[in-house]
C-alpha cells in the first residue's frame, strides 16, 4: 500500500488516537533536547533524584530518541485524562492518589499506544516505532511540552489548558516525518503560587523541579528507606501518591471526570476501613493490587508506610 502523504497520515493518526481514548494528541520532531542535559545533572547533583540512582545514568541518552529508535524522526505524545473526585480516604482512612484508583495505567496506556503503532505500519509498513509510558529513557514531559501538550506547572507537572494536569503521557518514537505541532512557549501560571504554598512539605523549588527527598509521592512509592515521623506527620493520611499540588492549581478546578473504565475504582477498596488497611495480608494485598500501581510497591514496604501514616496523622 502506498504510504498517504505526510500531512494525511498525520491527520489520521490524530483521529486514530482520539477512537483508541486519548484526549490530547500532538507531534514534535525528534531531535536532541540538549537544554535539559544541563538541568538535569545539576538536579541529580544535588541529590534531589534521592534514591532514583537510574536517573543521573545515560543522561546524554536520555535527551536523543535516536538511542531508543535508530532513524527517529517524530516523536508523537498523547494524553489520557484520569480525573476523578475523590473516591476514598479521610476520616482516618489512608490516602491513596487518584492516578492508583485502578488498572495500572502502564498497562492501560501501552496497550493504546501499542494499537496506535499498528494503524501507524498500515499506513506506512516501513515505519519503525516503539511507544514508552513513564519510563525513564524519555524525558516525557519535555517532549509533551515540545508536542504542544501544555507547559510545565509551578510543580513541575504538565498542564494543559483545556484539561488540566490529572492526565498520563504516553509517548512514540517513530521513524516517519510527521506534520509538528508548535512547541508550548508560553506560562500560564502567571503570579499564581498555590502548589507551592500548599505542598505539605515544601518539596517544591522555585525553580519548578521538586526535591524527591521531600514529596510524599517519592517517599510512599519509590523510596526504599522508610519516611520519619516527622514526614509522615505531614503526609495527612497519604500512603501512596499525593495530588495536593495538582488539586489546588485553579487549572484542574474545571476538570472533567474520566470516561476510562479501567481507571475506575472497585467497591471494596472505596470501602476500606482503616482497619481493613491495617489488617491487610500478603494475599489480600496481591488480590486487590493484582492490576495496580500499589502493587508494584512491595508488600511490606507498603504496609510500613500504612502503619506509620495511621499513627501519624
Ligand atoms: S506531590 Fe505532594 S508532596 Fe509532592 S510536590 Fe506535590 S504537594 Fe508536594
Ligand atoms: S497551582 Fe498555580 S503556580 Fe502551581 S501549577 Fe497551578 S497555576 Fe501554576
Known amino acids: ?35 535539559h542535559e544541563s538541568r538535569l545533572k545539576t538536579w541529580c ?33 498523547t494524553g489520557l485524562n484520569y480525573y476523578s473526585e475523590r473516591q476514598q480516604g479521610g476520616n482516618g482512612v489512608p490516602v491513596i492518589s487518584r492516578y492508583a484508583y485502578g488498572t495500572n495505567y502502564h498497562d492501560v496506556i501501552k496497550e493504546k499506544l501499542d494499537l496506535l503503532i499498528d494503524y501507524i505500519k498500515i499506513q506506512n509498513p516501513e515505519a519503525e516505532a516503539r511507544s514508552f509510558v513513564d519510563s525513564a529513557p524519555l524525558l516525557e514531559k519535555a517532549w509533551a511540552k515540545e508536542a504542544g501538550l501544555g507547559w510545565p506547572g509551578r510543580h513541575s507537572i504538565l498542564i494543559n489548558k483545556s484539561i ?10 517513530v521513524t516517519i516525518r510527521l506534520d509538528y505541532d508548535n512547541p508550548s512557549v508560553e506560562d ?35 523510596s526504599k528507606t522508610p519516611a520519619t515521623v516527622a514526614q509522615a506527620e505531614k503526609f495527612g493520611g497519604r500512603v501512596f501518591g499525593c495530588d495536593k499540588c495538582q488539586e489546588v492549581c485553579p487549572w484542574n478546578a474545571r476538570a472533567k471526570r474520566h470516561t476510562v473504565a479501567e481507571f475506575e475504582m472497585n467497591k471494596e477498596l472505596k470501602e476500606m476501613t482503616t482497619e481493613d488497611w491495617l489488617q491487610l495480608t500478603p494475599a489480600k494485598f496481591k488480590e486487590l ?25
Not at 507531534?27 to 540538549?34: E, K, Q
Not at 508494584?296 to 499513627?311: D, G, I, Q, W
Open 45 to 77: 547533583s544535588q541529590g534531589m533524584n534521592g534514591d532514583m540512582a537510574y536517573l543521573a545514568r545515560n543522561i546524554e541518552k536520555r535527551i536523543n530518541p535516536d538511542f531508543l529508535v535508530p532513524g527517529a524522526k517524530s516523536i508523537i505524545v
Open 1 to 35: 500500500m502506498e504510504p498517504p502523504e505526510g500531512k494525511n497520515i498525520s491527520f489520521l493518526i490524530k483521529e486514530r488516537a482520539r477512537e483508541l481514548g486519548f484526549d490530547l494528541c500532538g507531534f514534535a520532531p525528534s531531535g536532541i533536547l540538549s537544554e
Open 164 to 173: 488540566g494536569s490529572f492526565f498520563f503521557i504516553g509517548i512514540i518514537v
Open 188 to 222: 500560564h501560571c502567571g503570579e499564581c503560587r498555590l502548589c507551592i504554598e500548599s505542598c505539605p512539605t515544601a518539596a517544591i523549588n522555585e525553580n519548578r523541579t521538586i526535591d524527591v527527598r521531600k514529596c510524599i509521592a517519592y517517599l510512599t512509592i519509590e
Open 289 to 313: 493490587f493484582r492490576k495496580s500501581a500499589i502493587g508494584r510497591r512491595k508488600y511490606h514496604r507498603f504496609m510500613e508506610t500504612v502503619e506509620l501514616v495511621s499513627k501519624n496523622m
